[in-house]
């Protein structure tokens, strides 16, 4: 599945990858038509009552890739920072990818983690995440640095989360050889403008959790002021099926 997976990354077809946190919300974008999907540790650690960024829900997300095999979904996993011995975990639970973020940190360290985990797990698509854009203002030299250096380490993609700019996504693209994935941004570029680009990854990231979030709120607060509801909802067979 691995080969697969690596395959959905099109040079002018990007793979939409949406990112889930439970089993239903996998089953929903499966039957939807989405042929990969990628999990959100924002998602995940919400849901469990934890804080994100803090390597605080490998337990959960680990259960849960295992739980989505059962449908024999083509998964990949956001494992935060990240270390060999989580992703070898979710390679042996059957994960065909994991994202990895160097948080901006020391980008040598990150490097070395991307080796180690391309040895223990040389088939595992391995998306090496930099947070140079990222609730940053943004520094493209230092992009491109990383992109070389995690590419040059072995990392089979490399996501820039926070990148909008068409220039310097122009400027990523031309930098490594290996699939560029960015965050969709509402209100920014859309995937077709994207794939003009040469982006062949684009991710959702927490995008679906917090919509979910918010429809839910919204639904239960239309209620209470007695007015409309969608009435397109997936229904109770539906959901329980």
């Known amino acids: ?115 180690a985990v391309k040895r223990e797990a040389p088939d595992l698509f391995v998306n090496a995440r930099t947070d140079t854009h990222w609730q940053r203002a943004g520094n493209l030299p230092e992009a491109l640095r990383r992109a070389r250096l995690y590419a040059d380490s072995g990392a089979d993609g490399v996501f820039v989360p926070g990148l909008r700019s068409p220039a310097d996504i122009s400027a990523l693209v031309e930098a490594v050889e290996v699939p560029i994935n960015v965050l969709f941004l509402p209100g920014a570029l859309c995937v077709a403008e994207l794939a003009a680009l040469g982006v062949r990854r684009v991710s959702l990231g927490s995008l679906l959790f917090r919509a979910a979030l918010a429809a839910t709120v919204e639904t239960a607060a239309a209620v209470r002021a007695n007015a409309p509801v969608r009435p397109d909802l997936p229904g109770y067979a539906e959901v329980n099926g």
Do not use: K, Y
């Open 1 to 115: 599945m691995s080969g697969e997976f690596r395959n959905l990354h099109r040079e002018g077809d990007p793979l939409v990858l949406p990112n889930v946190w439970d089993v239903a919300s996998a089953r929903a974008l499966q039957r939807a038509g989405f042929p990969a999907l990628g999990t959100t540790s924002l998602g995940v650690a919400a849901a469990n009552g934890l804080l994100d960024g803090e390597q605080a829900t490998d337990a959960d997300t680990l259960r849960l890739v295992r739980r989505l095999q059962n449908g024999g979904c083509l998964i990949s996993v956001d494992i935060e920072r990240g270390s060999v011995g989580m992703a070898v975990a979710v390679a042996a639970a059957g994960a065909v990818g994991v994202n990895m973020e160097d948080a901006m940190g020391d980008a040598g360290a990150h490097a070395r983690l991307i080796r």
